[in-house]
């Protein structure tokens, strides 16, 4: 079945420091979806990324869908403490949604 | 408030009991996903129904089981309960089957003893 691997698993940065993470699919999505999760809380819904290749921003957000359809990235650009949470990549295959393990981001101010 | 509701918030119970999870979509969405999150772990996939019928099964105990209701609620019943199954249990709802954002309740925390 659908498995979604995504790295790495923790991150610590300085505030101010970009932040990377990435999902990765065994088999071809048909979207993937991005949330976050707060400490305490439950995810919430970032984006979705449909097309090949598509590359979609928010603020200082950038999410990218690679080509073949199995990838995706999620870049942040000068990282602040608000951005402390996981970040989960979730990928749809036919019906279900599966999630990568998440990356867990700290940032120290 | 994402509009799905989850009760209760904790549960504690012991070992061998079973328990009854229940979830209210979003107005409108058709969807349910029920997730299980243990302690700093990722979102295991259960299960997913869509207008009352099941449509996907992740990793799914056979000691556990979920429906959809006609009114589209949800319930998740956990039985023979393990130390191991404590964790936060979350549902999702979504207006389709695929390609739409789902929104996710505050979940349920439960605790075996």
């Known amino acids: 079945g659908q498995q979604v691997m995504q790295i790495p698993q923790y991150q610590h940065v300085q505030e101010g420091e970009d932040f990377t993470t990435y999902c990765n699919s065994s088999t071809t999505l048909s979207n993937i979806q991005w949330y976050k999760q707060r400490p305490g809380g439950h995810p919430v819904f970032l984006i979705q990324l449909v097309k090949s290749g598509e590359v979609k921003k928010q603020k200082r957000l950038t999410f990218q869908f690679g080509e073949a359809k199995k990838n995706s990235s999620l870049h942040i650009t000068a990282t602040q403490t608000t951005d402390v949470g996981t970040y989960f990549c979730?990928?749809?295959?036919?019906?279900?949604?599966?999630f990568g393990a998440g990356t867990r981001l700290t940032v120290k101010p | 408030d994402s509009g799905v509701t989850q009760t209760p918030k904790h549960l504690i119970t012991a070992t061998g009991q079973r328990v009854t999870l229940r979830c209210s979509p979003r107005s409108g969405d058709l969807s349910v996903y029920w997730y299980q999150q243990s302690l700093d772990q990722g979102l295991q996939f259960l299960i997913q129904y869509y207008n009352g019928e099941e449509r996907a099964k992740g990793n799914i105990l056979e000691r556990f089981s979920a429906q959809q209701f006609p009114d589209l609620h949800s319930e998740l019943n956990l039985s023979s309960l393990e130390l191991g199954d404590s964790a936060l249990y979350f549902c999702a709802s979504s207006f389709g089957s695929r390609g739409t954002e789902a929104f996710f309740g505050q979940g349920t925390r439960l605790t075996v003893v």
């Open positions: 979730a990928g749809r295959d036919n019906n279900d949604m599966r």
